[in-house]
């Protein structure tokens, strides 16, 4: 499992006319060269909320294959209890047809 190094760990959004820091943190582990497992973990200090997606692909070829997609969004403000925000699961079949 490795850190993907070629992002910084933070991402500059604009909001309300300000720049807003998001720290976030990107994982990839490949089982093989057509299976690999993603995960990136957000905090967003101004909406005061953390978000994950996890990504299972098996690729056929080129960008073709199956592809599981979980992403989750939860408030952590201090004034509520944590509260979940959204949260998907999606399924994804993909292929390449050659004529």
Known sequence: MGVDLRRPPWREVRHHNRVVPRPRQAALHSFTSLASLEGLLQYNSQASAFSSNIRFALLNRSGTGLFVVYNNQQD????????????????????????
């Open 76 to 99: 952590t403000s201090r004034t509520t209890p944590a509260t979940l925000l959204g949260q998907s699961f999606v399924v994804k079949m993909s292929r390449l047809f050659d004529f």
